[in-house]
């Protein structure tokens, strides 16, 4: 029984005993006498009952208001003393509790403080004790930090999950460059964060495939295995990953660790290079190369016409000028025969230059399909595509060969469209470049391999014969008389497939500088529905809006996001999430005066529609957490159907929590929440700073719903659900 039936049932007893005994008396009085009797004694009590009811009346009122004071000063203040309490114990150990009330109360509470006092001297001679065994532990965690940060190559450690576990300085910047040139560079919403997955960057299949690989090279090689593969990522950019395990410090089964126990993968590390620039580098010298071959050839070309016109009018005698002369065509040829020879050996240099590497078939035609759009303006279509299947290519020359027969069709046929289709045949790959128009004949094509592809200002000594050989496929035309389509079609190799990976185990680990932490590895996304994960094992999104208004219906609109992650237990200030909104109306003097944003500070901003796909890849994946959400979520909500963004995950609401924890406090504002766990506020009434604070204030908050009995994700919201200010809409 709560606190408010004890006083209605303490209010109920009062009145019985006030009027009881009176009531209980008159009715054995009147059970005795006769009716004489009562008729005398009802003629002597009525006319005085008007005054015995009021003097009953004023007693009862004087007797609730003593109890109130009683209820107020012992129950209830037993009760705010037992919450504030609960804040010494884990989530705020400076507070202490203000002595206040009756005495007794007082004493109790001056105890109480006392033996937190107690309890703090004896947690910090504790934690001494445990930073001066950690010492050694910490400067390990450092070298490490300091390794990491200093690595040139860009680095990612992932569980078998494809969570992040590490990353360095160097790739945050990478993928920040990823997120730069594939977006109009509205947001600022990063694609490596701890505890993100690998799979918004790389696909799927992709990872699969080579932990397949490295699954199988384990089993047969004395050594730790390492694999490399070719993607293309949404920007365009080709990125060379070498893969390696993070092998399991225990077998398969659990057991040991001798040095013939079984090993398994627990996870992988990415070491990434970013190749685009080289691809890009390595085609400009060849240019340049080929471009100085031509010339020299032409220049010589000159002399010696210039030689033969001075062997046909010469000016001295003839003998010793035309054994001169031809003396200097003799040098000119063989100055022009050692060229040749040069551009030979450049060419064949070219072509061994690029190892074959794996890569999926869609993630080339992706890279060929924007190459052709962007050089020839050309239309360009896939037909039919089979998403798994994985081919092995020097990508860069294969990828030239492509644009190189799209371009000489339109400039020969004067092509609109080109379609691509990729299936697999036995051990080879056909991609069909496919197109409707005039046939070619074979003499064309046959010219077109042999040629080198020097197109649309770009000259290169290889040919699409020289291509197809590196790959050891080849190069068909066909067409199809009943749609009159015609293609192309080359033959490539497939990449070798490997048996599946048998289930492994998980590493464990204990490490938690800035950028890493590996107590991911002990979490799978399998294990357990979202609801019934505990709430110390999800990761979430705190997050906070400021407005132009309070009324979200009325049209007032989102000016600012402020965003930050939360992570094993763990807030991240550096995957923050800050953005400024256009709201493309005027703001109210009392909105300014509370943000401090003005319209000046606005315009110019990227709009809603541009923002709000950022924030929400951001946080996907991820629990949301706000102060009163429902107000920011109102805002999310109407923007549904203009951006086609919805926000589908699990939020919980510090107000609500609040209420949870503390029913007996008057205030749930976040301000009020924060003095009261020990936080400092810093950045109040600004979207980022509201959201640092809404933050550190949900995780004091879970150790306080952990000793009430909630500890999953499913209990937390059902609490929340039951509390008065769950009812409030906007």
Same mark, same amino acid.
Request: aromatic residues 6%; charged residues 25%; proline residues 4%.
């Given at each position: 029984?709560?606190a408010?039936?004890?006083?209605v049932?303490?209010?109920a007893v009062?009145?019985?005993?006030?009027t009881?005994?009176?009531?209980?008396?008159? *009715?054995?009085?009147?059970?005795?006498?006769?009716?004489?009797?009562?008729?005398?004694?009802?003629?002597?009590?009525?006319?005085?009952?008007?005054?015995?009811?009021?003097?009953?009346?004023?007693?009862?009122?004087?007797g609730?208001a003593?109890?109130?004071g009683?209820?107020?000063?012992?129950v209830?203040?037993?009760?705010?003393?037992?919450?504030?309490?609960?804040?010494?114990?884990?989530a705020?150990?400076?507070f202490?509790?203000?002595?206040?009330?009756?005495?007794?109360?007082?004493?109790?509470?001056?105890a109480?403080?006392e033996?937190?006092?107690?309890?703090?001297?004896?947690?910090s001679?504790?934690?001494?004790?445990?930073?001066?065994a950690?010492t050694?532990?910490?400067?390990? =965690?450092?070298?490490?930090?300091?390794?990491?940060?200093?690595?040139?190559?860009?680095?990612?450690?992932?569980?078998?999950?494809?969570?992040?576990?590490?990353?360095?300085?160097?790739a945050?910047?990478?993928?920040?460059?990823? *997120?730069?040139?594939?977006?109009?560079g509205?947001?600022?919403a990063?694609?490596?964060?701890l505890?993100?997955s690998?799979?918004s960057?790389?696909?799927?299949?992709?990872?699969?495939h080579?932990?397949?690989?490295l699954?199988t090279?384990?089993?047969?090689?004395?050594?730790?295995?390492?694999?490399?593969f070719?993607?293309?990522?949404?920007?365009?950019?080709?990125?060379?990953?070498?893969?390696a395990?993070?092998?399991?410090?225990?077998?398969?089964d659990?057991?040991?660790?001798?040095?013939?126990?079984?090993?398994?993968?627990?996870?992988?590390?990415?070491m990434?290079d970013? #190749?685009?620039?080289?691809? %890009?580098s390595?085609?400009?010298?060849?240019?340049?190369?080929?471009?100085?071959t031509?010339?020299?050839?032409?220049?010589?070309?000159?002399?010696?016409?210039?030689?033969?016109?001075?062997?046909?009018?010469?000016?001295?005698e003839?003998?010793?000028?035309?054994?001169f002369?031809?003396i #200097?065509?003799?040098e000119?040829?063989?100055?022009?025969?050692?060229?040749?020879?040069?551009?030979?050996?450049?060419? %064949?240099?070219?072509?061994?230059?690029?190892?074959?590497?794996e890569?999926?078939?869609?993630?080339?035609?992706?890279?060929?399909?924007?190459?052709?759009?962007? =050089?020839?303006?050309?239309?360009?279509k896939? %037909?039919?595509?089979?998403?798994?299947?994985?081919?092995?290519?020097?990508?860069?020359?294969?990828?030239?060969?492509?644009?190189?027969?799209?371009?000489?069709?339109?400039?020969s046929?004067?092509?609109?469209?080109?379609r691509?289709?990729?299936?697999q045949?036995?051990?080879?790959?056909?991609?069909d470049? *496919?197109?409707?128009?005039?046939?070619?004949?074979?003499?064309?094509?046959?010219?077109?391999?042999?040629?080198?592809?020097?197109l649309s200002?770009?000259?290169?000594p290889?040919?699409l014969?020289?291509?197809?050989?590196?790959h050891?496929?080849?190069?068909?035309?066909k067409r199809?008389?009943?749609?009159?389509?015609?293609y192309?079609?080359?033959?490539?190799?497939?990449?070798?497939?490997?048996?599946?990976?048998?289930?492994?185990?998980?590493?464990r680990?204990?490490?938690?500088?800035e950028?890493?932490?590996?107590d991911?590895?002990?979490?799978?996304d399998?294990?357990?529905?979202?609801?019934d994960r505990?709430?110390t094992?999800?990761?979430?999104?705190?997050?906070?809006?400021?407005?132009?208004?309070?009324?979200?219906s009325?049209?007032?609109?989102?000016?600012?996001?402020?965003?930050?992650?939360?992570?094993?237990g763990?807030?991240?200030?550096?995957?923050?999430f800050?953005?400024?909104?256009?709201?493309?109306?005027?703001?109210?003097?009392?909105? #300014?005066? #509370?943000?401090?944003?003005?319209?000046?500070?606005? %315009?110019?901003?990227?709009?809603?529609?541009?923002?709000?796909?950022?924030?929400?890849?951001?946080?996907?994946?991820?629990?949301?957490v706000?102060?009163?959400?429902?107000?920011?979520?109102?805002?999310?909500q109407l923007?549904?159907?203009?951006?086609?963004?919805r926000?589908?995950?699990?939020?919980?609401?510090?107000?609500?929590l609040?209420?949870?924890?503390?029913?007996?406090?008057?205030?749930?504002?976040?301000?009020?929440?924060?003095?009261?766990?020990?936080?400092?506020i810093?950045?109040?009434?600004?979207a980022?700073?509201d959201?640092?604070?809404?933050?550190?204030?949900?995780?004091?908050?879970?150790?306080?719903?952990?000793?009430?009995?909630i500890?999953?994700?499913?209990?937390?919201?059902a609490a929340?659900?039951?509390?008065?200010?769950?009812?409030?809409?906007?």
């Amino acid at each position: 029984m709560n606190a408010r039936w004890r006083y209605v049932l303490a209010i109920a007893v009062l009145g019985l005993l006030i009027t009881g005994p009176f009531l209980l008396t008159a *009715v054995l009085l009147m059970a005795e006498m006769s009716e004489a009797e009562g008729q005398a004694l009802a003629g002597l009590l009525l006319p005085r009952l008007p005054i015995g009811i009021m003097m009953t009346g004023l007693g009862f009122a004087i007797g609730v208001a003593l109890l109130r004071g009683l209820f107020n000063q012992y129950v209830q203040g037993l009760l705010k003393m037992a919450e504030l309490m609960r804040l010494m114990l884990g989530a705020n150990r400076n507070f202490r509790v203000m002595p206040e009330g009756p005495p007794e109360v007082q004493l109790l509470g001056r105890a109480v403080n006392e033996l937190a006092q107690q309890r703090d001297d004896l947690l910090s001679d504790v934690e001494s004790q445990i930073r001066r065994a950690n010492t050694s532990l910490v400067e390990e =965690k450092n070298r490490l930090a300091a390794l990491m940060s200093e690595l040139t190559q860009s680095v990612v450690v992932c569980n078998l999950d494809g969570r992040i576990l590490l990353y360095n300085n160097r790739a945050r910047l990478q993928f920040r460059a990823f *997120v730069q040139e594939g977006s109009d560079g509205a947001g600022s919403a990063p694609l490596l964060g701890l505890g993100r997955s690998i799979f918004s960057v790389f696909d799927r299949n992709l990872i699969a495939h080579a932990l397949d690989s490295l699954q199988t090279r384990l089993a047969t090689q004395g050594s730790q295995p390492s694999t490399h593969f070719v993607t293309a990522t949404r920007a365009g950019q080709l990125i060379r990953v070498q893969m390696a395990p993070v092998l399991s410090a225990t077998g398969g089964d659990g057991e040991g660790t001798e040095e013939n126990a079984p090993r398994s993968i627990g996870g992988y590390v990415l070491m990434l290079d970013n #190749i685009t620039r080289a691809v %890009d580098s390595e085609t400009k010298r060849d240019e340049l190369l080929q471009n100085l071959t031509e010339g020299s050839r032409a220049a010589l070309a000159n002399i010696r016409a210039a030689v033969e016109t001075l062997l046909e009018y010469p000016d001295i005698e003839a003998e010793p000028r035309e054994r001169f002369l031809h003396i #200097i065509g003799d040098e000119v040829l063989a100055m022009g025969q050692r060229l040749d020879q040069t551009l030979d050996s450049h060419a %064949d240099a070219m072509k061994a230059r690029w190892p074959l590497e794996e890569m999926l078939g869609a993630d080339l035609i992706a890279a060929a399909q924007r190459r052709i759009e962007s =050089k020839f303006g050309l239309s360009v279509k896939i %037909d039919a595509l089979d998403a798994d299947l994985w081919i092995k290519v020097d990508s860069f020359s294969l990828i030239q060969a492509i644009s190189y027969l799209a371009g000489r069709l339109q400039e020969s046929f004067d092509i609109r469209l080109l379609r691509f289709r990729l299936a697999q045949s036995g051990r080879l790959a056909h991609l069909d470049m *496919v197109w409707m128009g005039a046939p070619i004949s074979t003499e064309t094509l046959h010219g077109w391999e042999l040629e080198p592809m020097n197109l649309s200002g770009e000259n290169s000594p290889l040919t699409l014969r020289d291509i197809m050989d590196r790959h050891g496929g080849e190069l068909w035309f066909k067409r199809d008389s009943a749609t009159q389509l015609a293609y192309f079609r080359l033959l490539i190799p497939v990449a070798a497939r490997h048996d599946a990976i048998e289930p492994v185990a998980l590493l464990r680990g204990e490490s938690r500088p800035e950028y890493y932490d590996f107590d991911l590895f002990r979490h799978s996304d399998q294990d357990h529905a979202l609801d019934d994960r505990l709430l110390t094992e999800l990761t979430y999104t705190a997050f906070d809006t400021e407005t132009t208004g309070l009324q979200p219906s009325e049209g007032d609109e989102i000016i600012q996001f402020g965003a930050v992650r939360i992570v094993n237990g763990r807030m991240l200030r550096g995957e923050s999430f800050e953005q400024l909104v256009d709201p493309r109306r005027g703001m109210s003097a009392e909105s #300014i005066a #509370i943000h401090g944003l003005s319209q000046e500070m606005l %315009d110019g901003q990227p709009a809603i529609e541009r923002v709000l796909p950022d924030f929400h890849r951001f946080c996907e994946d991820t629990v949301l957490v706000a102060h009163n959400a429902a107000f920011d979520m109102r805002f999310l909500q109407l923007k549904e159907a203009s951006t086609g963004i919805r926000f589908t995950q699990p939020v919980l609401d510090t107000l609500l929590l609040s209420a949870v924890i503390h029913p007996n406090q008057e205030s749930h504002k976040l301000e009020l929440i924060a003095e009261r766990l020990g936080i400092a506020i810093i950045g109040r009434h600004t979207a980022l700073g509201d959201a640092i604070v809404t933050g550190e204030v949900f995780l004091r908050m879970i150790p306080l719903l952990n000793d009430m009995g909630i500890r999953t994700l499913g209990e937390a919201l059902a609490a929340a659900r039951k509390t008065y200010s769950a009812r409030v809409q906007y």
